[in-house]
């Protein structure tokens, strides 16, 4: 077997497990049973667990970031100079490319946002470094925009805001296809991803333009 095609096996069956199971409750005999490889191969290829893990991420964020910079340049011509592109636009920008890039990689977005759920309600403080380290530039070139296109509001309300926004979308695009189902059965109605990520945009946004009361 190439080595190539055994890190494949190995990414392929830890981010189905993880993204299944979570992080801690997942071994590492799991993931090499599934992918059909020895125990031996992880940590040759990846060295342990955690960096298992922080590979997962990287196959995912690597494409999505290099096409969200690519947005965000595209964002910041397209207005006057001086003026900051509109927090509905920049959520455009994150959730189009998002989908693009997923179809690109032939991987269900589900997934991912299950993966970056778990980032944050599972301990993973080392996950959290890693992705600080490795796209914390592209984190950055967002918040930026999205505290520019929202000078009302303070530090802590933006921060707590933000964070809103984004729990509302990981439980909406991770939960997709069992919220779907609900539609489908109490109402007879149907919805595609695509769809439900054009309505799902401005519902965050509001989160971000509405005023303190």
């Not at 299944?20 to 060295?47: C, D, P, Q």
């Not at 969200?68 to 920008?93: F, H, M, N, W, Y």
């Amino acid at each position: 077997m190439a080595q190539s095609d055994t890190v494949d096996r190995i990414l392929n069956a830890a981010t189905v497990l993880f993204a299944e199971r979570g992080f801690a409750e997942t071994s590492l005999r799991t993931i090499t049973g599934m992918a059909g490889v020895n125990l031996a191969s992880v940590n040759y290829h990846f060295g342990s667990k955690k960096e298992l893990i922080q590979a997962v991420f990287k196959r995912f964020l690597e494409p999505y970031c290099r096409e969200l910079d690519r947005c965000a340049e595209q964002l910041v011509s397209q207005v006057p100079e001086g003026e900051t592109p509109s927090i509905d636009a920049i959520l455009k920008c994150l959730l189009h490319t998002l989908l693009s890039s997923m179809k690109k990689m032939d991987e269900d977005p589900q997934r991912f946002m299950r993966l970056l759920s778990l980032a944050y309600t599972q301990s993973q403080e080392h996950l959290r470094h890693y992705l600080a380290q490795n796209f914390g530039s592209t984190y950055q070139k967002f918040s930026h925009l999205v505290r520019a296109s929202n000078p009302h509001l303070d530090t802590v309300e933006l921060y707590w805001r933000t964070y809103f926004m984004l729990g509302a979308a990981i439980f909406t695009l991770s939960s997709y296809d069992s919220i779907r189902a609900i539609l489908n059965s109490d109402y007879s109605e149907d919805t595609s991803l695509e769809d439900t990520v054009e309505l799902l945009i401005p519902s965050l946004a509001g989160m971000l333009k509405s005023p303190n009361v």
